[in-house]
């Protein structure tokens, strides 16, 4: 059975880069599944941040694609997520996916969540 | 950017049947997925490909697609289904993943 874990710092100071990493244990990232990120903010609904493949092909939530960027290595089996430039609005609970969309399916295994708050 | 649209919230009593809508241009199109999300912890799919329910998942949960709109159906509510749901589709002209903004659950 597929499990994600993310990991990362959990506090991040305005303007500066937030990254985190998803482990992935029990599947390979090399499969024809795309791996994403996913946060919600306190007390909102789910917002898709973008996802990748194992051949670095990525795809981004538009109103963020200027300050995200996603990669993959396929030789650690993890996938990270970086987030420039970021403000209080970042401030979420980041989760990371694996993502069968592209092939009709859905967001079928999500990790258990890590909490990022940007601090001025 | 696509939009779905999900009512902010649905109350029914136990044992009675909710439905919870989600709306949306590309429904005819797309597969709406359907995520149970309870406090403090991270979404569950409960129903995929508008219909399919992932093994583990109680009959009690069905889902439906005609037109523009895509309906989660619990059938004879329990306590325990209280939660928030969201809606989940996709452009895939476009490859964005899209979210309705969610509809709690309010078991009266």
């Known amino acids: 059975q597929v499990q994600l874990q993310e990991t990362g710092p959990g506090l991040v100071k305005s303007s500066e880069t937030l990254s985190l990493t998803c482990a992935v244990s029990?599947?390979?990232?090399?499969?024809?599944?795309?791996w994403g990120w996913v946060r919600q903010p306190p007390g909102r609904g789910l917002e898709w941040i973008g996802s990748?493949?194992?051949?670095?092909?990525?795809y981004y939530n538009p109103p963020l694609k200027s300050r995200v960027s996603i990669s993959i290595d396929t030789s650690k089996n993890h996938f990270s997520l970086n987030v420039v430039s970021v403000t209080a609005a970042d401030t979420a609970m980041y989760y990371c996916?694996?993502?069968?969309?592209?092939?009709?399916?859905?967001?079928?295994?999500w990790g258990q969540g890590t909490m990022v708050t940007v601090s001025s | 950017s696509y939009e779905l649209t999900q009512p902010p919230s649905v109350s029914v009593s136990p044992g009675q049947t909710a439905r919870i809508t989600c709306s949306g241009d590309a429904l005819p199109k797309e597969y709406a997925s359907w995520y149970q999300q309870k406090p403090g912890q991270a979404p569950v799919r409960i129903i995929y490909k508008d219909r399919e329910r992932p093994s583990g998942i109680p009959e009690r949960f069905s889902g439906s697609s005609s037109g523009t709109t895509a309906t989660l159906t619990i059938s004879g509510v329990r306590a325990e289904d209280e939660a928030d749901y969201y809606c989940?589709?996709?452009?895939?002209?476009?490859?964005?993943?899209?979210f309705g903004g969610g509809t709690n659950l309010i078991v009266l």
């Open positions: 989940q589709s996709a452009d895939t002209s476009d490859s964005y993943v899209a």
């Open positions: 990748i493949n194992q051949y670095g092909t990525t």
């Open positions: 029990g599947d390979s990232v090399n499969t024809p599944y795309f």
């Open positions: 996916v694996r993502d069968g969309v592209r092939t009709g399916d859905s967001l079928d295994t």
